[in-house]
Each structure stands twice: as C-alpha cells, then as structure tokens.
C-alpha cells in the first residue's frame, strides 16, 4: 500500500488541528491538484468549514508526483492511497471519536467508490460524490453499504439514464440528485452553492442524525433519483 506524502501528511495534519470544535470531518479527495485549487470547490469547503464540519483535502496524484510530471495514478493506486489516509486518520488522537465522511470530486468519484466498496474504511461513516462516473463501476456499487449521496451536474438523458440504471439494485440508503445547473467542465455561476446546500444537509443527516433510512445494509434494495432545484445559499 503506498505512503502518503509528507506534505499531504503535513496538510492533513493542519487540517486536523485546525479542526477545534467541529461536529464532524469531512475528507475531500481530489484528482489533482488543479482541482483543489479551484474556487469552487474551495468555496464549498467554506460553506461546510461554516456549518462546523472540518474539511480535510488531499490529491490521488500526490504533490511528489506532480512534481514529477508523472501519469495521473491508475484506479489501483489511488485506491489504496485513499485507504492510506484512512488508516492515518484513524491513528489521530485529534480525531477524538467524531465522525468522518468521504467526498470525491471529478476524476476522484471512481477511486472514492471502490475504496468505500466492500471492506471500506471502518473510519468511514458516510460518502458524497459530485460528478464522475459512478455508472463504470456497476460491480463496486453492489458493495458499497456506506450511505452514498450522488450528485450530478446538469447533464444529458442518457448520462442521467445510466447513472440511474447503475444505482438501482445498491443497498438501500443512496440517493441520486442532479442540480439543474452544469458543473463541468466549469461550473455555472450558483451550482456548487447548490451542491453546498445538499452536502451540509446528507452531512448533517448521516453523521449528525442517522437514521435507520440512511444506512445500507437494510433489508431490500432502493435507488431513489430526484431531480432538485437550485437551492438558496443565502442562510449557510
């Protein structure tokens, strides 16, 4: 299993300190670091950061290897390394029992999903994903008895279709959501403060509230698509 790097570890560790009285800790994966450089997805870590969940990023293609210009790491590797910066926060006595939450951006969605799949991180409690290609993995969603938040950017018939379809025999506890603002390959002005509305409140029901509906692993199986509209940011 690959290390972290010392300066996601560094960052991590800012983070966690950082952290004060927050209620929960949200981990952020990102594909690279161009995604967690973007305003956006900064500005949803405020949004949370606000409503006393820590945020926590970290990159699958490591600061070393950006660096490096090497090749984005394959599904495999980044895999793993989400599992590493589990088992590290596991190990933080600043993570005093409060629960944590996964959420992957992008190119991040797949790896995030079959990291939490089957034997996912027992750290883990609940897990957002925003965009990507959840609709590839059909076999790793079967497995994956986190609660799961699926949110899609505006997008077309078919995308939606296919995401549906893939999610329909998961474990009970998913929800589908597709804003109606597009979020790639930019996002229009208001969808990630959308997308903010819908994370603090799946945050707030499955780490601050769970209830026996959020949880996989019940008896049948459900995949429940709601097409929402743009919330109001306003009140965050």
Avoid at 61 to 80: H, L, N
Wanted: charged share 20%; net charge positive; hydrophobic share 45%.
């Amino acid at each position: 299993m690959p290390e972290l790097d010392p300066r996601d570890r560094d960052s991590l560790q800012q983070a966690l300190q950082s952290a004060g009285d927050a209620r929960a800790l949200l981990l952020v994966a990102h594909a690279d670091e161009a995604s967690r450089g973007q305003p956006g997805h900064a500005f949803v870590a405020d949004v949370l950061r606000a409503n006393g969940f820590a945020t926590l990023p970290f990159c699958l293609k490591t600061p070393s290897e950006s660096a490096a210009g090497t090749r984005r790491p394959g599904m495999r590797r980044s895999q793993q390394y989400i599992h590493a910066v589990c088992d590290w926060l596991a190990q933080q006595p600043a993570l005093a029992g409060r629960p944590v939450a996964l959420l992957g951006l992008g190119e991040a969605v797949r790896p995030c999903i079959a990291a939490a799949a089957g034997q996912h991180p027992a750290v883990l409690r609940s897990l957002l994903l925003l965009d990507g290609r959840a609709d590839q993995l059909p076999h790793h969603l079967l497995k994956l008895n986190l609660p799961t938040l699926f949110v899609l950017g505006r997008c077309d018939a078919r995308r939606l279709v296919r995401h549906s379809a893939a999610l329909r025999d998961m474990p009970a506890g998913h929800r589908l959501e597709m804003l109606h603002l597009p979020t790639e390959p930019q996002p229009a002005p208001g969808a990630l403060e959308a997308f903010a509305c819908m994370a603090r409140a799946w945050l707030e029901s499955t780490l601050l509230r769970p209830g026996p509906s959020m949880h996989g692993g019940g008896a049948g199986r459900t995949a429940a698509l709601a097409q929402v509209s743009l919330c109001n940011p306003e009140p965050i």
